[in-house]
Each structure stands twice: as structure tokens, then as C-alpha cells.
């Protein structure tokens, strides 16, 4: 089983600032890797797929990079409805497996 | 648009048995896999179960969960068996596109319980 590893757990961040999260894999993953958000209470929503492409009315400040084991999401100028929690997640192998998640809250 | 709804949750006694439903609609449900995916209180997302070609399940529940779908109606099932305290979660149903996961169910909770 592949295990996902996502860096930091939670990450404080003001409105309008940077916010990089992290997401390692034990072993490559190719970019078979996806993104999803997930606020209170609410089911997660996809936001970006193939390691670096937004999905569907995803807006262009979410961006996400790397390959292999390494990956990266960046929401580059954090809005209000930007805090949450974000999941990585392999789709490479079986089991598909998640990061345990990194919650991005208000500094 | 895609619409997932679940149903079927509630409270169940350990070793005891629940079904799952997921209606789909808004899209053309025969050609695309789906999974289910579920979150215990407080907790990440664990993939638990996925059908397309072939069925897959996670370690944690295979030999008492079985996936299905009936595409006449447009609904995917979760049969579980010999429940345990720790299925207790929120259960969601999700479709895949075609890999990842591109749309959720709002979910339903399941507790196992005496």
C-alpha cells in the first residue's frame, strides 16, 4: 500500500497570503496524484487532477506541481472560502489511499 | 449536472448488517466506475470500495462488504456485513473520471453501536 504523507497538519495563514502545502509518497506515484478540498460539514470537492491540472470552475489561484513522490499545492493569495482541509490522494495503485489531510486556518 | 445522494444510514449493533444506496444522475451512469469512500468522526478520508470492470475493496472491509450497482437504476449499493464499531463514519459516494474522484455524495452516517 501506497502511504501518503502530507506536510504541515495545519498551516496558519492570513487572508490574501501564500499558502504551500506538501504531499509525499512512499513510493512514485507517477502524477497519478489528485487534490480535493473539504470544508466543515461538507463532502470534499475535487480541485485538481493529474498532479497539476484545475478541475472544472476550480479558480486559477489553486496550483499544484511535482511528480514521483514529491507534490505541491499552492493557493496563492488566500481568500476567506479557501479555509479547509486539503487531502492528497493517489490514484496509481491499489488501494487508493489519501493523505491524512492538512488544515489551513486563520492567522 | 451530476447529483450522487446516499441513503440507507443509521444506527446498528455490532455484527449486525446495513445497505447503502447511492442514486446517480447526470450522467451516463452505466460508463463510468464508482467508489465508496468514507470519513470516521473526526478523521481523514479512507477509500473503502470501488466498482468498474471488476470490484476492489480495502483490506479493512473485504470478506464483509460488497459493492454493487443496478444501472437500470442508475444506483450503486454498499452491502455491509458483521459490522464493527470502527465503520462508524459518514459514507460517501463518489464517481470516478475517470481515475480520480470528480464528484461526492453529501454523504450518510452510519454508527455501529450497542
Known amino acids: 500500500e501506497i502511504v501518503m504523507t502530507q506536510s504541515p497538519a495545519t498551516l496558519s495563514v492570513s487572508p490574501g497570503e501564500r499558502a504551500t502545502l506538501s504531499c509525499r509518497a512512499s513510493?512514485?506515484?507517477?502524477?497519478?496524484l489528485a487534490w480535493y478540498q473539504q470544508k466543515l460539514g461538507q463532502a470534499p470537492r475535487l480541485l485538481i487532477f493529474?498532479?497539476?491540472t484545475r478541475a472544472t470552475s476550480i479558480p486559477d489561484r489553486f496550483s499544484g506541481s511535482g511528480s514521483g513522490t514529491e507534490f505541491t499545492l499552492t493557493i496563492s493569495s488566500l481568500q476567506s472560502e479557501d479555509f479547509a482541509v486539503y487531502y492528497c490522494?493517489?490514484?496509481?495503485?491499489?488501494?487508493?489511499?489519501f493523505g491524512q489531510g492538512t488544515k489551513v486556518e486563520i492567522k | 449536472e451530476v447529483q450522487l445522494l446516499e441513503s440507507g444510514g443509521g444506527l446498528e449493533q455490532p455484527g449486525g448488517s446495513l445497505r447503502l444506496s447511492c442514486a446517480a444522475s447526470g450522467f451516463a451512469f452505466s460508463n463510468y466506475a464508482m467508489a465508496w469512500v468514507r470519513q470516521a468522526p473526526g478523521k481523514g478520508l479512507e477509500w473503502v470500495s470501488a466498482i468498474g470492470d471488476a470490484t476492489f475493496y480495502a483490506d479493512s472491509v473485504k470478506g464483509r462488504f460488497t459493492i454493487s450497482r443496478d444501472v437500470s437504476k442508475n444506483t450503486l449499493y454498499l452491502q455491509m456485513n458483521s459490522l464493527r464499531a470502527e465503520d462508524t463514519a459518514v459514507y460517501y459516494c463518489?464517481?470516478?473520471?475517470?481515475?480520480?474522484?470528480?464528484?461526492w455524495g453529501q454523504g450518510t452516517l452510519v454508527t455501529v453501536s450497542s
Open positions: 513510493q512514485s506515484v507517477t502524477s497519478n
Open positions: 493529474g498532479a497539476s
Open positions: 463518489a464517481k470516478f473520471g475517470p481515475q480520480y474522484f470528480d464528484y
Open positions: 490522494q493517489q490514484y496509481n495503485n491499489w488501494p487508493r489511499t
